[in-house]
T-cell receptor, first 113, second 110 residues
Framework: EAQVTQNPRYLITVTGKKLTVTCSQN?????MSWYRQDPGLGLRQIYYSMNVEVTDKGDVPEGYKVSRKEKRNFPLILESPSPNQTSLYFCASSWAGDNSPLHFGNGTRLTVT | QKEVEQDPGPLSVPEGAIVSLNCTYSNSAFQYFMWYRQYSRKGPELLMY????GNKEDGRFTAQVDKSSKYISLFIRDSQPSDSATYLC??????????FGTGTRLLVSP
């Protein structure tokens, strides 16, 4: 089954404790992206990757890192999480090209205390 | 001005009603428009996709783009309780980047 898989689904952590949210897709998509979703603000892009070893900032990249060492994986790293990073995070992937729809994972709900 | 604006709702309708969901966008250069549906505790899933102006129909769903007024609409005919979800409009601003509206929560009561 074609899918984008994120882990974990739920995560509670404390301020400053480094964490990684994993994302994997099995559709051989070139493009991958991370979004965060907050009430009243909608989905906002954090980082994206056009292909292996090619990443770039989205609209809200502060406090996040990503890497794209393999085509299928695109982990999101929070080196020193803060409470304002409490949010619902989505990974997405698609083929290259503006008319390719994004396929989303089921989300990771992160709480930073 | 936000690139995409959407009324957050909630919008409550009885089963069988026709639902109209709307968004406005700011940049007349945008060409690709999408509607995503998001159920609780799930990721958004693509519902409809349109290029440039015009209508696109898929079963009970019709997506409409009016580029002259920069208006995007989604119509749902014969709405069902299973249509209860949050509906997100999105525009592709280039290089695969999607900008989303904040979503409209729809509740269809039996």
């Amino acid at each position: 089954e074609a899918q984008v898989t994120q882990n974990p689904r739920y995560l509670i952590t404390v301020t400053g404790k480094k964490l990684t949210v994993t994302c994997s897709q099995n559709m051989n998509h070139e493009y991958m992206s991370w979004y965060r979703q907050d009430p009243g603000l909608g989905l906002r892009q954090i980082y994206y990757s056009m292909n292996v070893e090619v990443t770039d900032k989205g609209d809200v990249p502060e406090g996040y890192k990503v890497s794209r060492k393999e085509k299928r994986n695109f982990p999101l790293i929070l080196e020193s999480p803060s409470p304002n990073q409490t949010s619902l995070y989505f990974c997405a992937s698609s083929w290259a090209g503006d008319n390719s729809p994004l396929h989303f994972g089921n989300g990771t709900r992160l709480t930073v205390t | 001005q936000k690139e995409v604006e959407q009324d957050p709702g909630p919008l409550s309708v009885p089963e069988g009603a026709i639902v109209s969901l709307n968004c406005t966008y700011s940049n007349s250069a945008f060409q690709y428009f999408m509607w995503y549906r998001q159920y609780s505790r799930k990721g958004p899933e693509l519902l409809m996709y349109t290029y440039s102006s015009g209508n696109k129909e898929d079963g009970r769903f019709t997506a409409q783009v009016d580029k002259s007024s920069k208006y995007i609409s989604l119509f749902i005919r014969d709405s069902q309780p299973s249509d209860s979800a949050t509906y997100l409009c999105a525009v592709n601003t280039g290089f695969q980047k999607l900008v989303f509206g904040t979503g409209t929560r729809l509740l269809v009561s039996p």
